[in-house]
């Protein structure tokens, strides 16, 4: 019987296909990937765990008190519930840094007040708590200037 580590062949060999198929998945999501994809609601997706997360923030205006949003979906882009779960965010342009704590606003949505300007060198640093103690957390540039899809 021809064997590599106790295993025929045959299964090693589709072992190994198999873990190769399922790691895919996981390399079409990089930042410029999730860049590329239109969001449903127009914002920046990062992915985490197994969630997309779907920021959504002022694009243009003087600093000052802009709505927050954030998007909660699967890798299908079917949305996900969140109910129980707690979201903060940090947002950061230049020296000012602000925090801002994330509410509810649906069943797969978080939304939240905060002073910032819709600037270019934006930064948000997401950190999602979920009921069973799960912690997921994203990092966004949401003005950055992008690279055109190809």
């Known amino acids: 019987m021809n064997?590599?580590?106790?295993?025929?062949?045959?299964?090693?060999?589709?072992?190994?296909?198999?873990?190769?198929l399922a790691a895919t998945p996981a390399w079409?999501?990089?930042?410029?990937?999730?860049d590329a994809m239109e969001a449903p609601h127009g914002g920046q997706l990062r992915m985490s765990g197994n969630h997309h997360y779907e920021l959504v923030v002022a694009k243009s205006g003087e600093a000052g008190e802009h709505p927050v949003q954030v998007f909660v979906s699967n890798h299908a882009g079917d949305a996900q519930d969140v109910s129980g779960a707690r979201a903060q965010a940090v947002m950061q342009s230049g020296k000012l840094r602000t925090w801002v704590t994330l509410q509810?606003?649906?069943?797969?949505?978080?939304?939240?007040?905060?002073?910032?300007?819709?600037?270019a060198d934006l930064i948000v640093l997401l950190n999602v708590t979920f009921?069973?103690?799960?912690?997921?957390?994203?990092?966004f540039t949401p003005l950055a200037r992008r690279a055109p899809a190809q």
Do not use: V
Not at 28 to 34: K, Q
Not at 131 to 139: C, F, H, L, N, Y
């Open 3 to 20: 064997s590599c580590f106790g295993l025929p062949w045959r299964g090693a060999l589709s072992g190994a296909l198999l873990a190769l």
């Open 28 to 34: 079409s999501h990089d930042e410029a990937t999730l």
């Open 104 to 119: 509810p606003d649906g069943p797969s949505a978080f939304k939240g007040w905060a002073k910032y300007p819709p600037a």
């Open 131 to 139: 009921p069973d103690g799960s912690i997921e957390q994203a990092r």
